[in-house]
């Protein structure tokens, strides 16, 4: 009678048991969708952390569109956006005439010194600006940057005018469009350059007709990058070169200067255009670079 009652030793539990592989599919569904949620969370709490600073200044009350439509017509912001855009342009083939030999070397030939070389490069990537307007500062300030100077002076280029603001600018972007160049022709397969050169091609020629057509949308890209850069510069041309109203004038220095004195209402105007201008580099950039759809997965 005991023993009837005694149960088995190995008697299975109550209700039936889940099978292991559906337990782990669970999990890692679970584990999916969490992970997505954490990063897709920090993506949107960025994005509309951006979006949100946009928006404040649109609906801000120191915004008036009248006043930005104005901006065309006010002496002073049309010079600053003339030099803006005169000291730019110069800034720009300078960049592409110094980012495609050196991203080239940088990416193809492997020479004594080739880390050092290309750590000094992303120097001005990482120091602060304005440690580049003082250094520019106490260079001129030497008896070399005297010497400099005064070539500068007998040619008609005012350190303290457009040659300054371009030094300035040429020396912060052209980092961003060398590594952008370095980039694209590393992407751009050796061999066939030295394909090209067993048909005949001579090594320039193999350049031009293989390697610089390849890596065309990366370079452009970077040079927008490098113009976009060269736009919104401030710090070194503040200590570098001055702000005088009329020659040494840019549209970053506009907005500095309408803050201090109190025009809130058309530094903020001059602000949008150069949010706007921002857009616009960055849609190019985003089509020269390729495989990007603004829309859809």
């Known amino acids: 009678m005991a023993d009837r009652l005694e149960e088995p030793a190995h008697a299975p539990p109550h209700g039936p048991r889940p099978e292991p592989g559906l337990l782990r599919r669970a999990w890692r569904r679970a584990n999916r969708y969490t992970l997505a949620v954490v990063t897709v969370g920090f993506l949107l709490l960025f994005v509309g952390a951006v979006m949100s600073v946009i928006l404040a200044d649109l609906t801000s009350r120191f915004f008036q569109w009248d006043i930005l439509f104005g901006l065309f017509r006010q002496p002073h912001v049309l010079a600053a956006m003339k030099l803006s855009g005169f000291t730019s342009g110069v800034t720009l083939a300078l960049v592409v005439l ?8 940088l990416s193809r030939y492997r020479f004594p010194g080739h880390a050092v070389v290309d750590t000094i490069i992303d120097l001005p990537i990482v120091m602060p600006p304005l440690a580049i307007g003082v250094s520019l500062l106490v260079l001129f300030a ?29 020396l912060l972007s052209v980092p961003f469009a060398i590594r952008a160049a370095k980039s694209a022709f590393d992407g751009v397969d050796g061999e066939l350059e030295g394909l090209a050169m067993t048909l005949g091609c001579t090594r320039w020629r193999a350049f031009w007709r ?3 057509p390849m890596a065309r949308g990366g370079l452009l890209a970077g040079c927008v ?33 309408e803050v201090s004195t109190g025009g809130i209402e058309v530094a903020l105007a001059v602000t949008m255009v150069m949010i706007a201008l921002a857009g616009v580099a960055l849609v190019a950039i985003h089509g020269l670079a390729g495989g990007r759809r603004w829309w859809g997965a």
């Open 98 to 105: 110094f980012c495609v030999p050196i991203g080239y070397a």
């Open 142 to 170: 030497s008896e070399p940057g005297k010497w400099l100077g005064d070539r500068m002076d007998g040619i008609g280029w005012d350190r303290n005018a457009a040659a300054g603001i371009i030094l300035c600018q040429f």
């Open 210 to 212: 293989v390697a610089l």
């Open 225 to 257: 990058m490098a113009w976009a850069r060269a736009v919104g510069l401030y710090g070194p041309l503040m200590v570098f070169v001055g702000c005088v109203r009329g020659k040494s004038e840019v549209l970053p220095n506009t907005i500095y200067l």
